[in-house]
């Protein structure tokens, strides 16, 4: 695993970015795309179909992307994950404190609500009340999945032993890595 000042060993076509819910995932895929001149991908907007459905082409989707010679996109949504992996020449971990995720996810969600920001596919943030009554809003998510990448990370790097798998645990290392890149 490489720290934020190491070299990569090659240019990546195929990048993963982990993170937990408000890590960033979005943001750097979308910096990593630029500074790279390579497409992005949102795994999300492949997902969710109206009204929050899974898309039954999701898996054949991520296929799809996973075949391509170039991309950036999330690694995400546990049937995409392997998928993903077994073309990815980098995986970038935003492995961010919970009290930095945490604001964030609830901060993003306020926001999105109060704004009524349109999603994938037509789709917006839950009423907030529901963070009470739904197991599965993204707040309560976020607080339950929250080390999910602790064991899956290190599990992908031993099943993986040539990919690249760089490990950032702060917004200021995420931010020196994104210079270099």
């Not at 993963?16 to 390579?38: C, F, H, P, Q």
């Not at 690694?75 to 993903?84: E, G, H, M, S, T």
Request: glycine share 4%.
């Amino acid at each position: 695993m490489l720290a934020v000042d190491d070299d990569l060993p090659l240019t990546p076509r195929r990048i993963l970015v982990a993170g937990t819910s408000g890590a960033g995932k979005t943001a750097v895929t979308r910096r990593v795309s630029e500074r790279l001149d390579l497409p992005r991908t949102e795994l999300d907007a492949l997902f969710h179909g109206p009204g929050w459905t899974p898309r039954p082409e999701f898996l054949d989707d991520v296929r799809a992307l996973a075949a391509s010679d170039a991309w950036v996109t999330e690694w995400q949504y546990p049937d995409a994950r392997p998928i993903l992996a077994d073309r990815a020449d980098l995986l970038v971990w935003l492995d961010l404190p919970f009290r930095v995720t945490f604001r964030r996810v609830s901060r993003r969600t306020v926001v999105r609500r109060a704004r009524r920001t349109e999603l994938w596919n037509g789709n917006q943030e839950s009423p907030l009340h529901t963070v009470f009554t739904d197991s599965d809003h993204i707040i309560r998510w976020a607080i339950r999945s929250r080390h999910v990448l602790r064991d899956a990370v290190p599990a992908l790097s031993r099943t993986h032993p040539d990919l690249t798998v760089v490990r950032l645990r702060t917004a200021r290392e995420v931010e020196r890595w994104l210079a270099r890149l």
